[in-house]
């Protein structure tokens, strides 16, 4: 498995690095998770390398490169001295961060952070709707009304009419004509996508409801009548929410650290 020069091959490199990769991935996931559930709370010290080689059965290069990675998600902070790395407060953490966001909604019976996810999405989305009335193009329009009516013609096929619904809102996003918006809405509700709770509950007359909530919007948008834009949009996006929410989850109030940071605002 050596070359001539008594250094492992290219290809074992490789190897070696892909499963260091994928080991440090299931080790930065159960951290995050043991940090996010509270079995590790803020300003409780990471447990010394040594232990944590040991319960993930990993080396500790891999140990330093996923709480390195942890680091830069916010959820840890290394202090010098006898402390050592510590888990920050919840203000410090990044609550966009995939592995991050995922652990909250997998471990959060109330909803509370699914209920935030939809909140930011209908303040970004509505106002985008805004702009795409100010600022959509004869094509836009054309392409926004053809999302919908491929909508309406696989109204009895729900993964293409799922597709199509993403489409019709990418339209939108994509005419406000602020690049950065799609990015941040895509990746924040396409994280939440991955849990079957964001998905909800099945209603059986979500479809024809979906569509009468995308007409007005579009309408409004063809229009140029930015405000009826942005009051469709939000209402949708809120009432859709509402439509699938699981009935028996609580509204949640954010823990005390949460509520006194920016994203609780």
């Not at 995050?32 to 590790?40: N, Q, R, Y």
């Not at 300003?43 to 390398?49: D, H, M, N, R, T």
């Not at 840890?76 to 203000?91: D, K, N």
Request: glycine share 6%.
């Amino acid at each position: 498995m050596s070359d001539v020069l008594g250094q492992p091959r290219s290809g074992t490199v490789a190897r070696t690095q892909r499963v260091s990769t994928r080991l440090g991935v299931v080790v930065v996931h159960d951290i995050v998770e043991l940090i996010v559930t509270g079995e590790l709370a803020p300003g409780a010290s990471l447990p010394v390398e040594s232990v944590l080689c040991e319960e993930f059965g990993v080396s500790r290069t891999v140990v330093r490169e996923s709480v390195k990675r942890i680091e830069e998600k916010g959820l840890l902070r290394v202090e010098q001295g006898r402390r050592g790395t510590t888990v920050a407060p919840v203000s410090q953490w990044n609550l966009a961060d995939p592995i991050v966001l995922s652990c909250l909604i997998e471990h959060d019976d109330s909803f509370g952070i699914l209920d935030d996810v939809v909140f930011v999405r209908a303040a970004l989305e509505s106002d985008m709707s805004y702009l795409a009335a100010r600022r959509a193009t004869t094509s836009d329009v054309a392409a926004l009304m053809d999302a919908l009516e491929q909508m309406r013609l696989a109204s009895n096929d729900a993964q293409a009419f799922a597709e199509l619904d993403a489409t019709f809102h990418d339209v939108i996003m994509d005419a406000s004509r602020v690049r950065i918006a799609p990015s941040i809405s895509r990746s924040l509700v396409g994280h939440a996508l991955q849990s079957d709770r964001y998905r909800g509950i099945p209603v059986s007359d979500a479809v024809e409801a979906t569509l009468s909530e995308h007409e007005l919007i579009a309408q409004a948008i063809a229009a140029g009548d930015a405000e009826g834009a942005r009051q469709a949009m939000r209402a949708h996006i809120e009432v859709a929410w509402a439509r699938r929410r699981m009935p028996t989850a609580p509204q949640a109030v954010p823990p005390a650290d949460l509520q006194s940071s920016p994203s609780a605002r």
